[in-house]
């Protein structure tokens, strides 16, 4: 029998964001090491190329800039077998149409996300995002793996020693600033107090859109705290999250990274929460390890937050300013807190 019919022929479909994309990474991983003959196709947008681009659970990457109808001719020629639809929305369905081949869809959960947000109900399953981003392989019996995500930086993309101060050679926290939304992201002047508090090398994280402001941080002591943002592509900036000692974020896509190198995250949220599902995820076979080291009292990663807000959350994206005009979520948080669990992480555990 000729080889090439017993062939499986994917096309997973997700258009963004950074974090999202991160996310779905188990899902090709998954795909072609239990599957023997799945070819895996991934369709994007051009600019969230580089994230997949040197991914090798991926055989070929389709991107998406403007023309929708375009993609589509091309995707026809590709004959798929199925479609794994882990975006969901009117431009996926318009694909999944065109392409008329058997298809599995993420349930993105937006009733019970709207009945949390504008009610106040809960009735969010106690489900990581990316386990139901797995449910739409269970027809083919593919199974959580337990590895985690996936990143993989291409070779050229890595920083160099000499792209950073020689003071943070022997390791640095990072520290990241940058978020899609202004009510996902620690305010400055706590970002400014934790940084004056930190007695260890840090580098800033970000786009080019908070570089004014980590420039503001940096100025407080410019030998201890250096500003990456908007200095660094992605993969770049990727791999400076993936040698840090520890990673401070946001609700954000850098914080995703970090849980796929394995980096321990303390994540700060504001107007979203962890229920939504998308909390550092770092798969059951590294938790266990983690679990049975009895030298460490560190764990992979620290939720803070302020709990039992009446306004939160109040998106499950965010806004550009807080809605209510008082920014509790975030300004609440404590940042001797935030200070004491760095301090947890930095610091070698005492021997008794």
């Not at 890595?158 to 600033?177: C, F, M, N, Q, R």
């Not at 609700?251 to 990274?257: N, P, V």
């Not at 009895?294 to 709990?307: F, L, R, W």
Request: positive net charge; glycine residues 6%; aromatic residues 8%.
């Amino acid at each position: 029998m000729n080889k090439e019919l017993c062939i499986m022929k994917f096309l997973i479909i997700r258009f963004s964001s950074i974090g999202d994309i991160v996310l779905t990474t188990p899902v090709p991983r998954c795909l072609k090491k239990q599957i023997a003959t799945a070819e895996v196709h991934y369709l994007t947008k051009t600019s969230y190329n580089s994230i997949l681009s040197a991914n090798p659970y991926i055989d070929k990457i389709h991107l998406l800039q403007n023309d929708l109808d375009a993609v589509i001719a091309t995707l026809k020629q590709e004959d798929y077998d199925y479609v794994i639809d882990l975006h969901h929305n009117l431009r996926t369905l318009k694909v999944k149409r065109a392409l008329g081949k058997p298809s599995f869809s993420f349930n993105k959960l937006n009733i019970e996300k709207w009945m949390l947000t504008a009610l106040k109900i809960n009735r969010l399953p106690p489900v990581h995002i990316v386990d139901r981003y797995l449910d739409t392989l269970k027809s083919f019996g593919v199974k959580n793996d337990g590895a985690g995500l996936d990143y993989f930086i291409p070779e050229g993309e890595l920083v160099k020693e000499t792209d950073i101060p020689a003071s943070h050679h022997a390791g640095y926290i990072g520290i990241v600033i940058g978020a899609a939304y202004q009510t996902k992201k620690f305010p400055l002047h706590k970002l400014q107090a934790i940084c004056q508090s930190i007695q260890h090398p840090i580098i800033l994280l970000g786009g080019p859109e908070d570089r004014e402001d980590g420039e503001k941080i940096a100025t407080i002591d410019d030998v201890k705290i250096y500003n990456a943002c908007g200095k660094f592509s992605l993969n770049e900036s990727a791999d400076l999250v993936r040698r840090a000692k520890l990673i401070v974020a946001n609700d954000t896509g850098l914080m995703h990274i970090a849980a796929a190198f394995k980096r321990p995250v303390i994540s700060l949220w504001g107007n979203t929460i962890p229920e939504f599902g998308m909390y550092p995820y770092y798969g059951d076979n590294y938790l266990q390890r983690i679990s049975q080291n009895t030298d460490s009292d560190k764990k992979s990663y620290e939720i803070t937050e302020i709990k039992n807000l009446s306004c939160r959350p109040c998106s499950k994206i965010g806004y550009k300013k807080c809605p209510k005009g008082h920014f509790k979520c975030m300004e609440l948080l404590s940042v001797t807190d935030i200070e004491e669990k760095i301090n947890t992480y930095i610091q070698p555990k005492k021997r008794v």
